[in-house]
C-alpha cells in the first residue's frame, strides 16, 4: 500500500537534508543522502513486514532526527570529541548573502573614492547650477570662500558616512556568517533605509550630466545588491541556520 | 561548575565513546547500515538521532577503522555491510585499556574517599569516669 502522505512526508524530510547539506563536499553530500534514503526505505519495509510493530512514517523520520544535526555530524572535524552544540554549517543561502554583502561594501568603497576623485567635476557643475539657480531666483550668490568650505564640508560628511556605510556591509556580512540574528535583521533594516531614502531621492541640485548618471547606476546597483542579500537571509535554508545558531 | 551540569557532560562522554561503541558492536559480526544503526539506537539511547551514526560510519570508514562490502539482498537494492579493519581492532584495543583505567580511577574516587595522607590530630585525652 503507497500512502501519498507518508510518500510527501519522506519527500518534505529528504528535501531538507539536500538543502542542510549543501554545505557539504558533493561526494560526502551524495552518499549522506543515498544512506539516508535507504534507511527510510529499509524502515519501511520492516515496519510493513511486522505487524507488531508496524513503523510509522512519522517516527521514523523522528528517529532519524533533524537534518542539520545530521548534517553537522558530517561536518564535525573531531569524531566524537565536539559536543552536539558543535555549529552546523554555513548553507549556501548563507554563503551567498555574506559575499552578496562584501561585494555591496567594495562597491560603496568605489563610490566614495570615485566621489573623492571626481569633487573637481563635482564642484565646478555645482557652481553653475548655483549661478543657474541664483540668476533665476536673484538669489545673491554665496562669496567664494563660503562656497568652497560649504562644498568641502559636504564633500567630508558624505565620505564619512559612505565610509561608515562601507563598514555597516563588513560588520552585517560578519555577523550573518556567524548566524546572528542582530546581523539579518540588522541588514534588513538598513535595506529598509536605504529604500526609503532612494524613494524620497535627494534634493535635485540641478546637477546634470554624465557624472550624475553615474552616480545613480552606482546607488541602484548597492541597493540591488542589498536587495538579493536580503532575499538570501531571509530563505527557509538560512532560517534554520540562523536557528540552530541561536541555542546554546 | 554548576548542579545539573552531570546530564550535560554525560552527553558529551557518550558522544565521544560513540565511534568506539561502534567498533565494539562490529568485533562480533558484520553489520550492515541500518540494522547497526537500529542497534546502536536501543543500546545507546542516543538522543541527537539515528542519523548522526551514518556520516559517523562514513568517518570510520575514511579513517581505515572499518571496511565495507556491498551484498546483494533479497529483500531490496543491495545493503553496505561495515567490518572491523585491523586498523579498527588496534583503535578499540587502545581504547578499551584507556577507559578501563579511566572508569577505574573514577569508580574508586567515587565509591571511597582516597586515603588520607596527612596524620589525624589525636583525639582529647579521656577523664577520669569516661567510658572509652
Redesign the interface.
Known sequence: MIDHDDDQLVADYLRRLTAAASALPAD?RS??IE??T??I???R??GAADRDDPARVPDILE?????A???A??A?PF??????SAPPPVPASVRNAVRLMYLGAAVSLITVIVDLATESITKSAMLSALKTGARQSGIALPTGSQFNSGFYATLALVSVLGLIGVGLWIFVARGSGNGRDWARVTGSVLFGLDTLALLIGPPDLGIRGPEATVTRIFVGVVWLIGLTAVMCLWRSDSSAFFKARRSP | MVAGEAGNLVAQIRRGVLPYCVLAMLREKEWYGFELVRAMADIDGMVTGEGTVYPLLARLRRQGLVETTWQESAAGPPRRYYRLAPAGQEALADFADSWRQLRDSVDELLSSPPEDPLPKPAPPAKGPGEQS
Open positions: 560526502r552518499e549522506l544512506e539516508i535507504a534507511h526505505a529499509e524502515a519495509t520492516a528517529r532519524l532526527g533533524d537534518p544535526y545530521i548534517v555530524a558530517a564535525d569524531p566524537g570529541g565536539q559536543p552536539a
